[in-house]
């Protein structure tokens, strides 16, 4: 695939399982064209340049920084937005996990939280609240809900390994 | 890859509004399949083009307008550089695409190098370390990366290729200075081979940042091989405290051939903190950085000389 500065290349993807073809410049970000092109608002854009994590999406099944990936990059590509969670009558159990333990006040942060939730819990063991801590350093929430996302993480890790 | 960087130019502004650009600047795209094809556009393009890999550190400086390249050449698409291959001699080769997380999760490079594991266990965040490629780290050069620091503890050898062919260059003699190596216009790392290390070398990683993930403040990586009560071989690297991230020989001299006592410690520490030359910035001050980097170097020869098997002549 080439594209000229001026010109749009086609690219196409799935998104939340269903396939997308759309004209892009190759300067648009993919948190961009994920918001602007298919309307996906739930991918927040923050700092644009990789620092707070509220753009974290998952290509391919890894959480990425949607921010620092351009559109024509996820060709071929499968991508997973807030979007393909639960809905607001029927939040998936991390989310449910989030609302139960209010891990979330203004919610700018939630959906980079929530994604990269879910890479952290099927990549680490997170036997600890600081390894949870860790995993989610790269996010940044501004309204210092930390400890209460921290319990709601701890929720799941307890969840997926069998023990409540 | 994210952070501040005391050494960039200053950022661009819109002359309008003063509003700080956000959004990369226009540029066509280019996404090759295979290395000639590669470094035949970058060629072409002379010097105007950018490769784009990971792109943890590139497109925040896109972002930022730092850099306005007329063409981003994506090597994504190109096979076989994304493995981690056993050398048949107790060495690894690493391609240029293999992603931090890749080596972080590789049980090839925890039994040969544990120390490059756990150096990987430091790189940003999963997020970044899922995108985030070693020949883009290497190419890069960040004076606080830990890879460019890792290759030269380990005497790495680069593979390049150009539009003439490939050549290979020791990590040692790769970088010059901050974000500067010695690649051409038109060349591409496409590997890194990490040589094994010496029966029974023990290791010590030490890093302190502010927060997991965030550039380090200082670094030190030491490995060392013990013979009865001497070091035999030993190998010193800091990064963080420096233009680039460095080998300190004249560390190396003061453990060769002693013994591990306190005495030859402290001659190590002071010689780490002569060679090092690092900047003030809004985390540390250059004085305490030269402090720290003293303290990660005698902390991670104990951890090294601890795990050293010992070998008797």
Redesign the interface.
């Given at each position: 695939?080439?594209?000229?500065?001026?010109g749009k290349?086609v690219v196409s993807m799935t998104v939340n399982g269903d396939r997308v073809e759309e004209l892009v410049?190759?300067?648009w970000?993919l948190a961009?064209f994920l918001r602007e092109n298919l309307g996906l608002t739930g991918t927040h854009v923050g700092?644009?340049?990789?620092?707070c994590?509220a753009c974290?999406i998952l290509?391919n099944g890894?959480?990425?920084?949607a921010?620092?990936?351009?559109a024509?990059?996820a060709?071929g590509a499968d991508i997973e937005t807030v979007e393909s969670l639960g809905t607001v009558n029927d939040l998936d159990d991390l989310q449910e996990s989030f609302r139960k333990h209010h891990a979330l006040q203004c919610g700018f942060c939630t959906p980079g939280m929530l994604m990269?939730a879910i890479?952290?819990l099927r990549?680490?063991p997170l036997a600890t609240d600081q390894e949870i801590?860790?995993?989610l350093?790269?996010n940044i929430c501004r309204c210092t809900g930390y400890q209460n996302i921290v319990k709601a993480v701890r929720t799941m890790v307890q969840k997926r390994d069998g023990d409540d | 890859m994210p952070g501040h960087k005391p050494w960039l130019p200053a950022l661009a502004t819109d002359d309008k509004s003063s509003r700080l650009y956000m959004k990369p600047p226009a540029f066509g795209y280019e996404a090759p399949t295979s290395i000639e094809q590669a470094t035949a556009l970058l060629s072409m393009h002379d010097g105007d083009a950018r490769i784009i890999a990971g792109g943890q550190s590139l497109v925040p400086m896109l972002n930022f307008r730092l850099l306005v390249p007329s063409v981003l050449v994506d090597i994504n698409r190109i096979a076989g550089l994304d493995e981690i291959r056993d050398d048949g001699k107790g060495g690894l080769t690493i391609g240029a695409l293999v992603r931090h997380f890749q080596l972080e999760a590789s049980e090839l490079v925890a039994a040969r190098f544990p120390i490059l594991t756990e150096a990987v266990r430091h790189i940003a965040h999963l997020a970044i370390r899922n995108r985030g490629t070693i020949g883009g780290s290497l190419s890069h050069a960040d004076p606080a990366a830990e890879l460019p620091m890792m290759v030269q503890l380990l005497n790495g050898a680069l593979t390049i290729a150009g539009p003439d062919g490939t050549r290979t260059v020791a990590a040692r003699d790769f970088f010059d200075g901050a974000l500067t190596t010695v690649l051409d216009d038109a060349e591409i790392v496409t590997e890194i081979a990490l040589p094994a290390l010496p029966a029974g070398a023990g290791w010590g990683f030490k890093e302190v940042a502010r927060r997991a993930g965030d550039f380090a403040m200082a670094a030190a990586a030491v490995t060392l091989t013990q013979k009865d009560t001497l070091i035999e071989e030993a190998r010193v690297a800091v990064m963080g405290v420096h233009d680039q991230a460095i080998r300190v020989p004249g560390a190396e001299a003061m453990l060769q051939g002693a013994v591990a006592d306190n005495g030859t410690i402290t001659a190590a520490i002071a010689a780490v903190r002569e060679a090092v030359d690092p900047d003030d910035d809004l985390h540390a001050t250059a004085e305490f950085r030269r402090h720290l980097i003293g303290v990660l170097v005698g902390r991670a020869i104990h951890d090294a000389w601890h795990r050293a098997a010992v070998a008797h002549t």
């Amino acid at each position: 695939m080439t594209g000229t500065a001026s010109g749009k290349v086609v690219v196409s993807m799935t998104v939340n399982g269903d396939r997308v073809e759309e004209l892009v410049e190759p300067r648009w970000l993919l948190a961009d064209f994920l918001r602007e092109n298919l309307g996906l608002t739930g991918t927040h854009v923050g700092c644009e340049h990789g620092v707070c994590g509220a753009c974290t999406i998952l290509m391919n099944g890894n959480s990425v920084r949607a921010c620092l990936t351009f559109a024509v990059q996820a060709q071929g590509a499968d991508i997973e937005t807030v979007e393909s969670l639960g809905t607001v009558n029927d939040l998936d159990d991390l989310q449910e996990s989030f609302r139960k333990h209010h891990a979330l006040q203004c919610g700018f942060c939630t959906p980079g939280m929530l994604m990269t939730a879910i890479d952290a819990l099927r990549k680490r063991p997170l036997a600890t609240d600081q390894e949870i801590r860790d995993a989610l350093s790269g996010n940044i929430c501004r309204c210092t809900g930390y400890q209460n996302i921290v319990k709601a993480v701890r929720t799941m890790v307890q969840k997926r390994d069998g023990d409540d | 890859m994210p952070g501040h960087k005391p050494w960039l130019p200053a950022l661009a502004t819109d002359d309008k509004s003063s509003r700080l650009y956000m959004k990369p600047p226009a540029f066509g795209y280019e996404a090759p399949t295979s290395i000639e094809q590669a470094t035949a556009l970058l060629s072409m393009h002379d010097g105007d083009a950018r490769i784009i890999a990971g792109g943890q550190s590139l497109v925040p400086m896109l972002n930022f307008r730092l850099l306005v390249p007329s063409v981003l050449v994506d090597i994504n698409r190109i096979a076989g550089l994304d493995e981690i291959r056993d050398d048949g001699k107790g060495g690894l080769t690493i391609g240029a695409l293999v992603r931090h997380f890749q080596l972080e999760a590789s049980e090839l490079v925890a039994a040969r190098f544990p120390i490059l594991t756990e150096a990987v266990r430091h790189i940003a965040h999963l997020a970044i370390r899922n995108r985030g490629t070693i020949g883009g780290s290497l190419s890069h050069a960040d004076p606080a990366a830990e890879l460019p620091m890792m290759v030269q503890l380990l005497n790495g050898a680069l593979t390049i290729a150009g539009p003439d062919g490939t050549r290979t260059v020791a990590a040692r003699d790769f970088f010059d200075g901050a974000l500067t190596t010695v690649l051409d216009d038109a060349e591409i790392v496409t590997e890194i081979a990490l040589p094994a290390l010496p029966a029974g070398a023990g290791w010590g990683f030490k890093e302190v940042a502010r927060r997991a993930g965030d550039f380090a403040m200082a670094a030190a990586a030491v490995t060392l091989t013990q013979k009865d009560t001497l070091i035999e071989e030993a190998r010193v690297a800091v990064m963080g405290v420096h233009d680039q991230a460095i080998r300190v020989p004249g560390a190396e001299a003061m453990l060769q051939g002693a013994v591990a006592d306190n005495g030859t410690i402290t001659a190590a520490i002071a010689a780490v903190r002569e060679a090092v030359d690092p900047d003030d910035d809004l985390h540390a001050t250059a004085e305490f950085r030269r402090h720290l980097i003293g303290v990660l170097v005698g902390r991670a020869i104990h951890d090294a000389w601890h795990r050293a098997a010992v070998a008797h002549t």
